[in-house]
């Protein structure tokens, strides 16, 4: 929630308080352009030692409760007929109103099984937005994925309260251009990641389900950032302000003939599942459960996260909880856009959106200035955030970047781990490498992977950019770290 102090300021006030601790390093800025340089200039291979604010996603790395804690402990560790199991199952029943649930050891691996059963060659994924996993799964099974996302979605400086709204007009031109029978599925996804955790609202997904229901196809619904994006159709869609998380969740998973999750992200634990209504969809990916994950009693989850997940899952139904990630965000982003700094607007769920186009307006998408930025991030403060631009994308078949429609450095705020000091500190070196902007160059791989190269690719940077930023550093901060 966010409290009034006297002085008239807002501030997010945490309903927490931390019982368990994490020691941190902050490492001097000379050492910081060492590990940076040591982990080719790409944040995910930076040693967690060297960091001291992990700001890289919200996945798996979100607090756990002491009530997700104590449920562990009880974990009934059999491979079949486990009673974890059952009360996880039981649960999203009970949450989502689905009969079936296939349990998988993380989202995508949901994305895998339901690629593989129903994207057949030449066949097209209309969706929000593309999630980098999302998309390869359907291409490696012979698919295309079209965006259908309406303008104002990469409009980064917006009052649009759901950006992550799918446009119905240019979804339905598409399935008549395509063919109905082209269409493999829809895919919507909450808490839209790429485009800045932009959520889309209850009656867009409605929309989605009419034109599913006039087209005979089916609804796919990626509920992996389900809880922001709770969060924010109860704040902004006004025909919701007076229900309940929990009946809106319900409304929600209604529209869906699938839903599936990572449970790095819903439900403050490690796993993930599919679930659905229909015994046909729940026969016919049963069968890669076992193939893929585990028995279907564990699909390849630890039962002590499996009762971690029901316990998060119930929290995840209290407003209270569920808030405090995206206020985070929005003071993160409200004081950087005080200081100057380009930020996604507006804030979204999972992380504060640094748009490095108009950060770093000089150095081309070529040189990926999302992930230059994100280099000098992690040398201004020790906070390392996660390159979502043009690294991410994959090359084409032909050797050509695929340029990103936009180009950002997410700064996730994992829920329930930092204070507000630690978010004003991360605040203060962002707005101090603002000021010195025109010092940071570009970057160019020297190691290239063909799939997913922002998780391993290493690159160097263009020019000795970032001696001279650690040497500005010095200079401005004197022997602070
Ligand atoms: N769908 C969405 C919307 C996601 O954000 C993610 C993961 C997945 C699916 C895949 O789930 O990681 O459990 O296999 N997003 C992470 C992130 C990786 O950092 O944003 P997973």
């Not at 229909?278 to 279907?296: A, C, H, K, N, Q």
């Amino acid at each position: 929630m966010t409290i009034k102090f006297y002085s008239g300021e807002t501030i997010p006030l945490e309903m927490h308080k931390v019982r368990i601790v994490q020691k941190l390093n902050l490492p001097p800025v000379e050492e910081r352009v060492k590990a940076m340089k040591e982990a080719g200039y790409n944040t995910f291979l930076l040693k967690n030692e060297d960091v001291y604010m992990d700001m890289l996603t919200d996945s798996g790395v979100n607090a756990m409760s002491d009530r997700q804690q104590a449920a562990m402990l009880e974990a009934d560790d059999s491979y079949a007929g486990s009673a974890t199991f059952t009360k996880l199952e039981s649960k999203v029943q009970e949450i989502f109103g689905t009969k079936y649930f296939l349990p998988t050891h993380q989202g995508r691996a949901c994305e895998n099984i339901i690629s593989q059963v129903y994207v057949k060659p030449d066949t097209t994924v209309p969706m929000n937005y593309h999630f980098t996993t999302s998309k390869v799964h359907v291409t490696l099974n012979g698919g295309a994925v079209e965006e259908v996302f309406k303008d104002e979605a990469l409009n980064l400086v917006s009052e649009d309260p759901f950006k992550g709204d799918m446009d119905i007009e240019k979804l339905t031109t598409l399935i008549e251009e395509r063919g109905a029978d082209k269409i493999a599925f829809i895919r919507v996804e909450s808490g839209t990641n790429l485009i800045g955790g932009q959520p889309h609202s209850l009656e867009n997904l409605k929309q989605v389900r009419a034109v599913c229901n006039k087209y005979n196809l089916k609804l796919v619904y990626d509920i992996s950032l389900l809880a922001d994006n709770l969060h924010f159709i109860k704040e902004r869609e006004e025909s919701c302000k007076d229900k309940s998380i929990r009946e809106i969740t319900r409304e929600l998973a209604d529209q869906a003939d699938i839903l599936y999750f990572s449970a790095r992200k819903l439900g403050f634990a490690r796993g993930g599942g599919i679930c659905t209504n229909s015994e046909e969809d729940y026969l016919l990916m049963r069968e890669y459960i076992t193939l893929y994950e585990g028995f279907l009693t564990y699909g390849g989850m630890s039962v002590r996260e499996m009762e971690a997940i029901t316990v998060g899952l119930e929290e995840t139904m209290d407003e209270q909880y569920i808030s405090q990630g995206p206020q985070f965000i929005a003071y993160m982003s409200e004081e950087l856009q005080k200081k100057g700094v380009p930020v996604v607007t507006p804030a979204g769920g999972l992380g504060c959106h640094i748009d490095a186009s108009r950060f770093l307006p000089h150095v081309p998408q070529t040189a990926y200035p999302a992930g230059a930025l994100a280099a000098a991030i992690y040398i201004a403060s020790g906070a390392r955030g996660m390159e979502r631009g043009t690294m991410s994308e994959q090359r084409a078949e032909n050797g050509n970047e695929t340029l990103s429609h936009m180009e950002l450095v997410r700064m996730a705020m994992p829920r329930r781990v930092f204070t507000l000091s630690q978010v004003k500190y991360a605040v203060d070196r962002i707005a101090w490498l603002y000021d010195n902007r025109e010092l940071i160059g570009g970057m160019a791989f020297v190691e290239e992977p063909s799939v997913l190269r922002f998780f391993f690719g290493k690159l160097d940077a263009v020019t000795d950019w970032p001696e001279q930023l650690a040497a500005k550093f010095r200079e401005d901060f004197g022997d602070s770290l």
